[in-house]
């Protein structure tokens, strides 16, 4: 044999041979991974309160999960610089967040993967007032950008509690006489119907956090080292959704759980990106908008949480932009109004004016966009907007989120007292009286009103 051609074959047969064992390794390193993570595999062993394990298939069937799709997914090593939070066990049969769709995600929140949320959204949870008080009812909100989260959920927790729950009287003793069971009931149900709503009475999912897992993974691919560490959960049915979340309520309700994160990455996953696409226009391509040193949300995200769609705007249907764009707005009544005051609304731009949609909701509550500051008014008398002799005389109740408030604020609205000059923010009279910018909220709804706030301080 030629020397020459041996030389040729021996040299071919070391490369096939070291391709062979670049993939061995290769598989190998993959095998481990998934033993690690028990991807497709049932030798889970989740634990009934009484300690009896159950398998994986008995999970899904207990909570109606739907299978985690088959999918590579490569969770970061790094968690270094995440606090401890409220996790759940990886047993549960979720399954890893990808890493295309932490990036989808990330995109869809801040329009790039370089933004991370600021401190004060780290901190956001869900956290009620003391059971049996004057504000037994209503969530304790801070200052920073996941206020109107949190707010916005707000509204939703009064309309189950005076309109949806069964048992319940609608008045605000009723809202006031809750134990903490009654309010983590109401927050499972409220969070359970915001995300099945979004979407779109298919599917909902839901994002908690692993314990520590590590990987030999280097890939990175969010900054802040937190959305790597995402489990989802997908479910199929309603029932089983809110039964789930009830059953790993502290992921949102834990001090450090970053509850309002885990809602929010919720949320947009449950809208799916396609559906996020066409919800929005070109005013909107993201979620969240950084501004002085905070995240704050667009008015998408707010929508999302009313209606269960993304629309961008608060007036109706579409409108047609400066350069002849279509911008969306609300296609569909809410359940939950929406009203604002502010700088850009008493300019009257036409697109900043809030629609029929929001402005007329089923149910006599609101959120309140007053100055960038989110609140809520509400009424217990359901036929408030069914019956238009109701809205003569009529009582609304204000919860503002900040913490000096101790109990609802009684107002009685009169819608015939006195004309009202839109105009103007001082009484036509001459008093020298100014109204404030709740009242001028409450205006924008009931042009002709006058607001008697029964002996309180007026909120700015």
């Known amino acids: 044999m030629d020397p020459e051609i041996s030389v040729q074959k021996q040299d071919s047969l070391e490369l096939d041979l070291s391709d062979i064992i ?39 069937e207990r909570y109606g999960m739907l299978r985690p799709k088959g999918q590579e997914q490569l969770p970061c090593c790094s968690f270094s610089s995440v606090p401890r939070l409220s996790s759940v066990s990886p047993t549960l049969d979720g399954f890893p967040i990808s890493p295309a769709m932490a990036t989808m995600l990330q995109r869809s929140l801040f329009g790039n993967t370089n933004q991370v949320l600021s401190s004060d959204w780290r901190k956001a949870h869900f956290k009620f007032h003391d059971p049996f008080s004057d ?26 509690l005076l309109f949806t729950k069964e048992g319940k009287g609608c008045s605000l003793h009723s809202l006031c006489n809750l134990s903490q069971r009654e309010q983590e009931q109401a927050l499972a149900a409220v969070l359970a119907s915001i995300l099945w709503a979004a979407g779109a009475a298919q599917k909902a999912v839901l994002c908690f956090v692993t314990k520590d897992l590590r990987s030999t993974s280097t890939l990175h691919y969010s900054t802040d080292n937190f959305i790597e560490r995402l489990q989802l959960f997908e479910f199929s049915e309603k ?10 309520l502290q992921c949102f309700m834990g001090e450090g759980s970053h509850g309002v994160i885990l809602f929010l990455y919720s949320l947009v996953l449950s809208r ?28 998408a995200v707010i929508n999302m949480i009313l209606t269960g769609r993304a629309s961008p705007n608060v007036f109706n249907g ?34 900043s004016q809030v629609g029929s949609m929001l402005k007329t909701p089923t149910f006599p509550i609101w959120l309140c966009n007053i100055n960038g500051n989110y609140s809520i ?27 000096s408030q101790k109990k609802p604020v009684h107002l009685t609205i009169d819608t015939h007292a006195h004309h009202w000059e839109g105009d103007h923010h001082e009484d036509k009279h001459g008093s020298g009286r100014w109204f404030s910018s709740v009242e001028m909220a409450i205006r924008t709804k009931w042009r002709d009103a006058t607001v008697n706030w029964n002996g309180a301080s007026p909120f700015l």
């Not at 509400?378 to 913490?403: A, I």
């Open 318 to 351: 579409y409108e047609k932009g400066q350069d002849e764009e279509t911008l969306h707005g609300v296609l569909t009544r809410s359940d939950v109004g929406y009203l604002q005051w502010g700088k850009e609304t008493s300019e009257g731009d036409r697109l």
């Open 377 to 403: 008014l509400f009424c217990t008398n359901r036929q408030l907007l069914s019956d238009w002799k109701m809205e003569r005389v009529f009582d609304l109740h204000f919860y503002s989120g900040q913490p």
């Open 272 to 299: 799916t990106f396609e559906r996020l696409q066409r919800d929005l226009d070109a005013s909107t391509t993201h979620l969240l908008q950084p501004q002085a040193g905070s995240v704050l949300c667009r008015q």
């Open 135 to 160: 504000l037994a009812f209503a969530l304790q909100v801070e200052k920073g950008g996941a206020q109107s989260i949190q707010m916005a959920v707000q509204g939703s927790i009064i309309k189950y």
């Open 22 to 60: 670049r993939k061995i390794l290769f598989l190998d390193k993959w095998k481990e991974i998934f033993r690690y993570y028990r991807l497709g595999s049932n030798n889970t062993t989740p634990q009934n309160p009484d300690g009896a394990h159950i398998s994986a298939e008995e999970t899904r």
């Open 239 to 248: 029932g089983a959704t809110e039964k789930f979340i009830y059953d790993h």
